[in-house]
């Protein structure tokens, strides 16, 4: 018996000082660090390039390393960007957006995956013990009562990627809350940009939604004014949207430069808890709304913390 | 000696209609302050028929003002000198204690509540349960000066171990009104929300669907809800003269619409002693109202 209790000793204390021993080792390797960033999608941009700031300010130059990969955001190119970051052995995968985190997970790699901008309800599900990150959720309800409040709307357009899980997640979201305001919702699926020209003219809507879709967002910035309302999620420069509703990006950005030290110093994903805090951005544009005569009322103004003129 | 007495005389002589012109101007309008609890235009809107009511009865113009801030009541209160103020639990409170104020009558509401308590809420989804997890999160208060949007839960936290509540929070801010504190929390804004259940309660019954996003993590008790107090500088049979009209306007068919508009059943004595959980709050909160800077 007491044979058995000193191997166990031996055993525990060996294990012991080899986690150590890992986890020092892995703080103080030079680091490489993956990432999978959608392309044309301006707000995944604008999260990166804050990361990228505070990690400078953060992180000794030189102790890491970047690989960054730009894929188009459909499922198969950003796999094609995890496969290549795994077959270059980086030690740690950032993953912006829902699909991007979601591909990396499918590909099931060894290395930490630490996600940025993903959306709650559909990562929630996706545990283990190498996935932590920065997530949020949209407030369906909150932007459907301001688009009404300034218009009345029979019809929404809710335009969605069917592949992209967060997007349908968050139209049938709006099949729920909708039918209370006395709003049909028109389902406007895109699996590609260009698709939205075409579909647009075969729907009549009184307002249009982007969803967080990756593909929905690119196809905003072509989007040419209809005389339609826009309301997006995902925020994009190049578009102009009555509303915006979207989690801050320097918060997200701050958040997950506090998750990657962690990781960088040898903490494991599973020792560091998901980040969800309620930081978003609701941006009316005034200057839109007035060329469209669409009032809104100064109470709403106050809400917002941003009003474009 | 004779010039000092004559020049006395004139500045008496010339003074004296001053004086009584002041007086007769303050009888011909009556100026009562509303503190901003929810969105200014709809409470304007609810409190305007009540002017034009008090107004007929009394023969005296009744007006409203919209006091901006909640920190700046007791500041405007004295600059545009106001006769009274419709105020909330702790404005009622400061004002009390700042500019004598007497307390005259309470709104009842139409469920035939005369008090609010305060919330903490969070949105359903947020995983916050308890206190703990509120810890590093951002938190939206009405103001300073409130007392189911702000003491209430300063209160709490003190009673639950939290020294320092601000350095708990990640971030507070203020938002200015109860109505934007709950939209900060349904909007994703801010993670905790400290707000007045009737305004809640109000928001609910517009719009249903709000009630399966949020939680409740703690409430107060209750505290007497907005509450007409009146300066004592103006003239007793006056106060009585408004108090009496208000207290029977639930009699006074013209009275009862004007109730409706306000989202009222009635008005009801008030009195200072109406005020002692809120005292009780500030013990709880370590506020000594003497020193207590209520402005942001």
């Known amino acids: ?50 990361v990228l700031k505070r990690l400078e300010g953060n992180i000794i ?83 459907t009562r301001y688009l009404n409040s300034m218009k009345e709307i029979k019809t929404l357009g809710v335009v969605y990627n069917p592949l992209e899980s967060d997007s349908v997640y968050q139209l049938n979201e709006f099949l729920k809350c909708c039918p209370f305001y006395k709003i049909t919702v028109i389902k406007i699926p895109i699996k590609t940009a260009s698709e939205l020209k075409k579909i647009l003219p075969e729907k009549k809507v009184d307002a249009l939604i982007f969803t967080t879709s990756s593909i929905a967002n690119i196809a905003l910035s072509g989007f040419s004014n209809t005389g339609i309302p826009v309301a997006t999620l995902l925020p994009r420069k190049d578009a102009k949207p009555i509303i915006s509703l979207y989690p801050s990006a320097k918060k997200q950005a701050e958040k997950a430069v506090s998750i990657i030290q962690n990781v960088i110093k040898g903490k494991r994903p599973l020792e560091i808890p998901r980040d969800l805090s309620a930081d978003m951005e609701l941006i009316f544009n005034l200057a839109e709304a007035y060329k469209m005569n669409l009032r809104i009322s100064a109470d709403l103004l106050t809400e917002a913390t941003e009003v474009v003129y | 000696m004779k010039m000092v007495s004559i020049f006395v005389l004139i500045s008496i002589l010339i003074l004296f209609p001053a004086i009584c012109f002041s007086q007769e101007k303050s009888k011909n309008e009556i100026l009562i302050g509303l503190i901003p609890e929810e969105n200014i235009f709809r409470q304007m809107d609810r409190y305007r028929p009540l002017g034009d009511y008090l107004s007929n009865k009394l023969n005296i113009k009744t007006r409203f003002t919209i006091l901006s801030r909640y920190g700046d009541i007791i500041d405007r209160f004295l600059i545009r000198n106001l006769d009274g103020a419709f ?58 000066a409130t007392a189911t949007g702000f003491l209430f839960a300063i209160a709490y936290f003190k009673e639950h171990g939290i020294a320092n509540p601000f350095s708990y929070f990640k971030e507070y801010y203020f938002t200015g009104s109860h109505d934007s504190a709950l939209l900060s929390v349904l909007d994703g804004r801010a993670d905790i929300g400290v707000v007045k259940s009737t305004i809640v309660r109000e928001r609910i019954r517009r719009e249903p669907l709000i009630e399966n996003e949020i939680s409740i993590i703690a409430r107060s008790m209750p505290l007497p809800d907005v509450t007409l107090c009146l300066s004592k500088k103006l003239d007793s049979a006056l106060r009585d003269k408004i108090k009496r009209i208000l207290i029977t306007m639930d009699r006074d068919p013209e009275g009862i619409k004007v109730l409706e508009r306000l989202g009222a059943s009635r008005f009801i004595n008030a009195s200072k002693e109406d005020f002692i959980p809120v005292y009780n709050l500030l013990k709880k909160a370590d506020i000594n109202l003497k020193t207590y800077r209520y402005k942001q």
């Not at chain 1, 150590?20 to 999260?47: C, D, H, M, R, W």
């Open chain 2, 87 to 144: 105020f909330g639990a702790f404005t009622s409170v400061l004002a009390i204690e700042k500019l004598k104020v007497e307390p005259v009558v309470r709104l009842q509401n139409i469920d035939g509540t005369t008090t609010a308590e305060g919330y903490i809420i969070v949105r359903k989804d947020s995983g916050i349960k308890d206190i703990k997890d509120m810890k590093g999160k951002t938190i939206a208060f009405v103001d300073r």
């Open chain 1, 1 to 50: 018996m007491k044979f058995f209790k000193n191997i166990f000793l031996y055993l525990l204390v060996t294990f012991l000082i080899y986690s150590f021993y890992n986890s020092e080792s892995f703080a103080q390797q030079k680091k490489t660090i993956g990432i999978i960033l959608p392309s044309n999608v301006p707000y995944y941009e604008e999260v990166h390039t804050h």
């Open chain 1, 61 to 143: 130059s030189g102790d890491i390393d970047l690989l960054i990969q730009k894929p188009y955001p459909d499922p198969i190119a950003l796999s094609n960007a995890v496969r290549k970051l795994i077959a270059l052995n980086v030690d740690i995968i950032i993953s912006y957006g829902t699909e991007a985190t979601l591909a990396a997970i499918r590909e099931k790699p060894q290395q930490p995956i630490i996600f940025v901008g993903g959306y709650n309800p559909v990562l929630e599900k996706y545990r283990s013990n190498n996935i932590t990150g920065v997530e949020f959720k949209t407030p369906i309800l909150s932007i």
